[in-house]
């Protein structure tokens, strides 16, 4: 089992579907350094990701990803959130979608048939969940069906471009008014408005 960095993936958790959260692992920061981070570039800042987000998954995934994840699996999983950022971007901007980025996202969800198992809970009680050999293709393939559900869904159609300055992020517009990924990119948005009609 890989642990998990101290600090966490360092990835921004918005409360979004499961595939846009994973896409959100490649993100802007804001501060002295800044810059565009990537939060898939070691197997602990992944680990540290999976744990983060363990309860999106289904039951037992993401644990059964991380009692068995290795350093070789990292650019699976880089490939596939690169391939959920190419098919935002490209549904955000109305283009078609990349075939290249299609194939990525189906190869993944083929990645591991889904097996259902029982196992006992730390109270006593039983739980269900599907699991696949190797352990970590098992939450790949989860990722990648949560991707199918959101960009082949009626959510799609709500996806959208965080428009705060710099951001790279992606949301679900949940709500009329909403048009940035978090309240810290909407005051920063307005506070460049604001400065943009008052200069000189």
Do not use: Q
């Not at 194939?103 to 006593?124: I, K, Y």
Request: with cysteine; proline share 7%.
């Amino acid at each position: 089992m890989i642990i998990p960095k101290a600090e966490g993936s360092g990835a921004p958790a918005l409360g979004e579907p499961l595939a846009v959260e994973f896409g959100n692992t490649y993100f802007a920061v804001r501060g002295t350094r800044g810059g565009i981070h990537d939060a898939l570039v070691t197997p602990e800042s992944l680990a540290a990701w999976l744990t983060e987000h363990a309860d999106a998954f289904p039951a037992g995934v993401a644990d059964a990803a991380l009692a068995g994840l290795r350093p070789a699996d990292v650019p699976r999983f880089a490939a596939l959130r690169d391939a959920i950022r190419s098919l935002s971007r490209a549904l955000v901007d109305g283009e078609t979608p990349d075939d290249a980025a299609i194939a990525v996202v189906n190869e993944a969800a083929a990645a591991a048939p889904r097996v259902p198992r029982l196992a006992v809970r730390g109270d006593g009680g039983l739980v269900a969940y599907d699991v696949a050999d190797p352990h970590p293709l098992a939450a790949l393939s989860a990722l990648a069906a949560a991707a199918i559900d959101m960009f082949g869904g009626e959510d799609r159609a709500l996806l959208r471009s965080c428009g705060g300055p710099g951001c790279v992020l992606f949301y679900v517009k949940n709500h009329p008014r909403r048009g940035w990924c978090s309240a810290g990119c909407g005051n920063r948005a307005r506070v460049a408005r604001y400065h943009e009609r008052h200069k000189g």
